[in-house]
């Protein structure tokens, strides 16, 4: 039959329900022989219970049906964000682009380029990389600036 | 039945709604899952307003990606990944102390008559075991103890769930069960061990 000693190391280790004198287990046997153990085990099981009715009573603040409704309204915020954000950056990357396959003495987009080593504009300074000249675009939109380093290299 | 089982068997009739636009059903699921989203936060952040916060980004994800679970998963195992990865995210964020056993503490007092000296008594017992889950597990060992012990998941679920072979889930169980028990078995010298 199991000592207390072995007895109490599968205490430490054994699920739940092994922890019981019903338990068709040489540990089970052993509870039920052991008043000592069996009041070891039942401490165990006590303050695990007590432990599990303690979390499942602990419930987050205020109504279920407000706080599903500020969730949705925060969902749909954030997706809006992320509609203009989407918005503005495909109107820049469209900026770019009609540069990108325009001649460079035209300005058709009606936007203010200025093609310098280094640019002052929208109240920063642009400082061009060796070899390097900057373009500072500003559109329509005050709230964008496109910055764009041209290599001085020309092909032939 | 389980919170999680329970929780899964709702999912599996308002998933599917949800995600073919019943705005009435999503509703209905975001409702069945604030609580159980939240205990599983407190265990996971420790402390109670941070679980709010995880409850709420949850939701909101819930809101917008419910279209990304594929259905592969169980719906709350996925749930449960959801909800750890923003616990994670605001840990990043906090770096806070972990609150658990004061939030345990306060439910198990509530739950307590003051004048019952059995019930001090448990939930004495209760609050050791919790400082005890928060104090001496790493997090892992607390995740595995509380989906295994409380939430009653098999090791195959908890592997899933957390990412990990069911054997390093079993392992990682038998280090936690470990330290609790022998700290709670350590508070009472009644029950010191006497050899047979």
């Not at chain 1, 929208?122 to 964008?144: D, E, H, K, Y």
């Not at chain 2, 089982?5 to 709702?10: R, T």
């Not at chain 2, 936060?41 to 990304?68: F, K, N």
């Not at chain 2, 679970?69 to 749930?79: K, M, P, V």
């Amino acid at each position: 039959m199991m000592d207390c000693r072995g007895a109490r190391r599968l205490l430490l280790e054994a699920d739940l329900s092994e922890l019981t004198p019903h338990a068709d287990s040489d540990l089970g046997a052993h509870l039920r022989a052991c008043a000592s153990c069996r009041g070891a085990a039942d401490e165990i099981l006590g303050a695990e219970a007590g432990l599990a009715a303690s979390l499942a009573a602990a419930t987050p603040r205020g109504d279920d049906a407000v706080a599903v409704a500020r969730a949705a309204a925060l969902a749909r915020r954030r997706a809006g964000r992320r509609r203009v954000g989407a918005a503005v950056s495909l109107a820049a990357a469209a900026v770019l682009a009609g540069l990108l396959v325009l001649p460079p003495r035209r300005n058709p987009t009606g936007v203010a380029p200025a093609s310098l080593p280094d640019v002052a504009a929208g109240g920063f300074s642009v400082v061009a990389p060796p070899g390097r000249t900057v373009m500072v675009l500003q559109p329509a939109n005050p709230n964008i600036v496109v910055v764009w380093y041209l290599s001085n290299r020309r092909s032939s | 039945m389980s919170e999680t089982s329970s929780l899964e068997a709702a999912a599996a009739d308002l998933v599917p709604q949800a995600r073919h636009g019943d705005g009435e059903a999503l509703g209905r699921l975001l409702r069945r899952c604030r609580g159980t989203v939240y205990r599983w936060a407190l265990v996971q952040t420790g402390e109670a307003d941070d679980a709010e916060d995880v409850t709420q980004e949850v939701l909101i994800r819930l809101h917008t990606s419910l279209g990304r679970y594929s259905g592969r998963a169980r719906f709350t195992t996925w749930l449960y990944q959801v909800t750890r990865n923003e616990a994670l995210n605001l840990r990043r964020r906090l770096r806070r102390r972990l609150r658990l056993a004061e939030v345990v503490t306060r439910e198990a007092a509530v739950n307590t008559t003051a004048d019952d000296p059995v019930a001090r008594v448990h939930a004495a017992r209760v609050a050791e075991l919790a400082e005890a889950l928060l104090d001496r597990l790493p997090r892992r060992q607390r995740e595995v103890f509380h989906l295994a012990d409380i939430e009653g998941c098999a090791p195959a679920e908890i592997g899933e769930r957390l990412g990990m072979n069911p054997v390093t889930a079993r392992v990682h169980l038998f280090h936690a069960r470990k330290t609790l028990r022998a700290g709670i078995l350590a508070r009472w010298p009644e029950l010191a061990e006497e050899e047979k």
